[in-house]
Antibody, heavy 116, light 104 residues
Framework: VQLHQSGPGLVRPSQTLSLTCAIS??????????WNWIRQSPSRGLEWLGR?????????DYAESMKSRMTIIPDTAKNQFSLHLNSVTPDDTAVYYC???????WGEGTTVTVSS | THLTQSPSSVSASVGDRVTITCRAS??????LAWFHQRPGKAPRLLMY???ILQSGVPSRFSGSRSGAEFTLTVSGLQPEDFGIYFC????????FGPGTKVDV
């Protein structure tokens, strides 16, 4: 399994941060998989943000601090999943990673800066 | 659950034995993983369920548990082992420890 991330490295404050993680070697709709977003910053360390998984229907778990402004969207046609984080502030500046179910495979990371 | 790690940093040499401790604020049973991260790279899973080595991880890495205290031991440190080690609870909300830096 490999994960490849894409998305902008600069987001303006109050805008929406959107990143995509393309999957190869597995299916986003696998009924044994789960797809995570994690971020890392000097101030917060490693922080799990949320995950999506398919078990007859799609289910989503989000970190409590992210529930109000984060959405994960799976795309079965493109075999990928995306992160959308709205109303960003400079505190959301971090390296964002996607990772598999057991976090045994990670994307390469995307450095996202929130700045005007 | 809040995870703490000690020490926060350790200086070591190739061939040394290094031990890192992770303490959970509540009982997480054996639901703990360890990761290693080198500068500019994503974390790499070393082991899960306290002591089960991920495929490809050398046997010089070992893990143990005593209650809510977990230990990672590297027996015979190699140059590629330097970096930061993190522990993580392996169920939601998947908190990570703050990390232990192992350097020369």
């Amino acid at each position: 399994v490999q994960l490849h991330q894409s998305g902008p490295g600069l987001v303006r404050p109050s805008q929406t941060l959107s990143l995509t993680c393309a999957i190869s070697g597995d299916s986003v709709s696998s009924d044994t998989g789960a797809w995570n977003w994690i971020r890392q910053s000097p101030s917060r360390g490693l922080e799990w943000l949320g995950r999506a998984f398919y078990r007859s229907n799609w289910s989503f778990d989000y970190a409590e601090s992210m529930k109000s402004r984060m959405t994960i969207i799976p795309d079965t046609a493109k075999n990928q999943f995306s992160l959308h984080l709205n109303s960003v502030t400079p505190d959301d500046t971090a390296v964002y990673y996607c990772a598999t179910h057991y976090m045994d495979v990670w994307g390469e990371g995307t450095t996202v800066t929130v700045s005007s | 659950t809040h995870l703490t790690q000690s020490p926060s940093s350790v200086s070591a040499s190739v061939g040394d034995r290094v031990t890192i401790t992770c303490r959970a604020s509540q009982d997480i049973r054996s639901r703990l993983a360890w990761f290693h991260q080198r500068p500019g790279k994503a974390p790499r899973l070393l082991m899960y369920e306290v002591s089960i080595l991920q495929s490809g991880v050398p046997s010089r890495f070992s893990g143990s548990r005593s209650g809510a205290e977990f230990t990672l031991t590297v027996s015979g440190l190699q140059p590629e082992d330097f970096g930061i080690y993190f522990c993580q609870q392996t169920f939601t909300p998947f908190p990570f420890g703050p990390g232990t830096k192992v350097d020369v």
